[in-house]
């Protein structure tokens, strides 16, 4: 079956809901984290995640852009519903920001750094360019992503990298669907990874049975 396409780079032509909504003058903006405080449980109650939260002066006003995120993508639709919700939720709280304000709701663009491992899973397939904390950069495909590490496809070997050991890493913009060879062989990785997993898991059981056999109590 084959692949789906990757999504294409929105870094450009990312749609935005903006709104403009009149303050009367006051402080400057709180916090980033008192803010984060009040739009994530908003974003969360649409079924997306606060990517992230940039609060800037521009001139006599502010811009508060908020970026989300979900596994499933984010749509237009869905852009315009949070920037409806996270507007009255400023309502609200206009205290937290001081002054007139733009809101920005926008989905991440193809150059956000992979920094988390839900990033690394949402560019499942991706080709990615990675600069290491040592060592020279190199390029993969995205296989499986775990807790700590994720397994890439790097000049046709499956390599094991731990996200501490990434300084720096990015989607690379492609204009085709990944080769079915490579999906191949990371499907191939993904399925031995489970496989040994399963087995240590059946080991471990297997040992703490005769543990537990021979134990007199």
Do not use: C, N
Request: glycine share 10%.
């Amino acid at each position: 079956m084959s692949p789906p396409r990757p999504a294409p780079t929105r870094s450009a032509q990312t749609p935005s809901a903006e709104r403009r909504t009149p303050r009367r003058a006051g402080a400057a903006a709180r916090s980033e984290t008192e803010l984060r405080g009040v739009l994530e449980p908003v974003v969360a109650a649409a079924g997306f995640e606060l990517d992230a939260l940039d609060v800037r002066a521009a001139g006599r006003r502010h811009i508060v852009r908020i970026v989300v995120d979900s596994d499933a993508g984010v749509g237009l639709d869905d852009i315009a519903a949070i920037s409806r919700a996270a507007s009255d939720e400023l309502d609200r709280h206009e205290h937290l920001v001081g002054g007139s304000y733009t809101l920005e709701v926008t989905s991440p663009g193809v150059d956000r750094p992979l920094t988390t491992p839900r990033h690394w899973r949402r560019a499942h397939l991706r080709l990615v360019a990675v600069r290491p904390v040592t060592g020279d950069p190199f390029a993969g495909r995205v296989g499986a992503a775990g807790h700590d590490a994720v397994t890439l496809l790097v000049e046709g070997a499956l390599r094991e990298v731990r996200y501490a050991d990434v300084a720096h890493a990015a989607v690379e913009v492609e204009f085709a669907p990944p080769p079915e060879k490579e999906i191949a062989l990371l499907d191939r990785g993904r399925g031995a990874a489970a496989h040994g997993a399963a087995r240590h898991g059946a080991a471990t059981d297997g040992a703490a049975g005769d543990s537990a056999a021979e134990d007199p109590r």
